[in-house]
C-alpha cells in the first residue's frame, strides 16, 4: 500500500478532532482527521443513558455553529451531542476516515509518519485528539482481585436497569460518580463512596461558569498573578437535576472510603464489611497516547511538557483536548474551541500558510 501524503494530521474524530479540522479548513490548510470509531459522535455515543450535560445547547457547542437546543431538555442528553457531532462533520464536510486506527507516530526525517491499520500517513504535523474516555483509570486498592463479584468502570454503566436489586458500590465523588449514583438510588441497594466528602456546587451553577472560572485561573496563570483555583473553588458536583432530586430526597448519603477488598465485599479501616455484588469505579480516566509512544516525549510522570498545545520537544505535535493541560476547559465543548483555533494557527505558521 503506497503512503499517502497531506499537510496535518488529526487523530481523534471526536469534539476536538473537529473543532481543530473546523479552524484548519479557514486557514486553507489540507488535512484529514483519522477516527478509531466507526460512527461519528466519538466517546459520547458510548455513555451511560442518562447522561446530560451540564450546560444549555448554545453554552455547548463547537466553533461556528450553535448547538440546536434539545426539545423539552434544558441540558441536552448524549445522543442530542452525537446527533450534533453528526451534522457538524457534514455541515464543514470534514474529511474524516473510520473507522482507522492509528498505531504510531514517528519521525520520519521532516516528516511525521502515522501508521495505522489502513495504512500510512507521511505529514508535515499532527494534531492529537483522542481524549481519555479510552484509557479507564482503575485505583490500586488491596483485594480487587479477590473480590469476586463485578466490577463495572463508567465507561462500562450504561443504565439502571442492568443492575436492579443488586447490591451495588459506586466509588468516585466527582461528577460521573454522583450521577450514576444518583442513577442507581431508587432500583439497588447502593452506597455512594468517596474519598472525602461531596462538595456539590450551588444549584445555579452549571457548564458556563465552570468554563468562565476555568478561563480567568488560565488568564491569571499566563500573567503571573495567582490564580482563583478555578473550578476546583467552586466544588466538585454539578448539580444537574437528576443528582438534585436524589440528593434533596436524601438518597445521596456519601461513605467514607473503604480500605480493601474482600471476597464478596469491601472492608473499612475498623474492620466492618459490607456485602457487595457490583462495585462501579468512577474513578477516571488517563489520556490515551499510546500512538505517541515511538515520539518518547513522555518525562518521568508520564507527562508530555507542552506550551499551549505544543509539545515542547516536537513542535510539529499539538496535543488537544486533554483538560486544562492542553488549554482551559479543552476536554469541554465549549472549552476546546479556543486551543483549536491556537494551535491550528501554529500549525499554519509552521506551514507558511498562515493567513496574515
Known amino acids: 500500500m503506497n503512503d499517502r501524503h497531506t499537510q496535518v494530521v488529526i487523530v481523534g474524530g471526536g469534539q476536538s478532532g473537529l473543532a481543530a479540522g473546523y479552524h484548519l479548513r479557514r486557514l486553507g490548510v489540507d488535512f484529514v482527521i483519522l477516527d478509531a470509531q466507526a460512527a461519528p459522535g466519538g466517546a459520547w455515543q458510548h455513555t451511560w443513558d442518562s447522561l446530560h450535560l451540564f450546560s444549555p445547547a448554545a453554552f455547548s457547542s463547537l466553533p461556528g455553529w450553535l448547538m440546536p437546543a434539545q426539545t423539552g431538555e434544558e441540558y441536552p442528553d448524549a445522543a442530542h451531542v452525537v446527533s450534533y457531532l453528526r451534522d457538524y462533520e457534514k455541515r464543514y464536510d470534514l474529511p474524516v476516515e473510520r473507522p482507522v486506527q492509528v498505531l504510531g507516530v ?103 461558569a465552570l468554563f468562565d472560572a476555568a478561563t480567568a485561573r488560565r488568564r491569571a496563570l499566563d500573567e503571573g498573578r495567582t490564580g482563583s483555583g478555578g473550578v476546583a473553588s467552586l466544588g466538585d458536583i454539578v448539580a444537574v437535576p437528576p443528582v438534585r432530586e436524589a440528593r434533596d430526597r436524601g438518597l445521596l448519603q456519601a461513605t467514607p472510603m473503604f480500605t480493601r477488598l474482600v471476597p464478596g465485599g469491601i472492608e473499612w479501616a475498623d474492620g466492618t464489611r459490607a456485602e457487595v455484588d457490583t462495585i462501579i469505579w468512577c474513578t477516571g480516566f488517563r489520556p490515551a497516547l499510546s500512538h505517541l509512544a515511538p515520539l518518547q516525549l513522555r518525562g518521568r510522570r508520564g507527562h508530555i511538557a507542552t506550551l499551549g498545545t505544543r509539545a515542547v520537544a516536537e513542535p510539529r505535535l499539538h496535543l488537544l483536548g486533554y483538560g486544562d493541560w492542553t488549554g482551559p476547559a479543552s476536554a469541554t465543548l465549549i472549552g476546546v474551541g479556543r486551543p483549536a483555533r491556537e494551535a491550528a494557527k501554529g500549525i499554519a505558521e509552521l506551514l507558511g500558510s498562515g493567513r496574515r
Request: charge should be neutral; aromatic fraction near 10%; glycine fraction near 12%.
Open 106 to 208: 514517528h519521525r520520519d526525517g521532516e516528516f511525521l509518519r502515522v501508521e495505522s491499520d489502513s495504512g500510512t500517513w507521511r505529514t508535515h504535523a499532527v494534531i492529537s485528539a483522542t481524549g481519555s474516555w479510552w484509557r479507564p483509570f482503575l485505583p490500586a486498592v488491596p483485594g480487587r482481585r479477590e473480590f469476586g463479584g463485578e466490577q463495572l468502570h463508567t465507561v462500562d454503566y450504561r443504565s439502571p436497569q442492568e443492575i436492579s436489586g443488586r447490591r451495588v458500590i459506586v466509588v468516585g465523588g466527582g461528577n460521573s460518580g454522583a450521577q450514576i449514583a444518583a442513577d442507581l438510588a431508587y432500583d439497588t441497594e447502593l452506597t455512594w463512596v468517596t474519598r472525602r466528602p461531596p462538595r456539590f456546587l450551588a444549584d445555579d451553577i452549571d457548564g458556563r
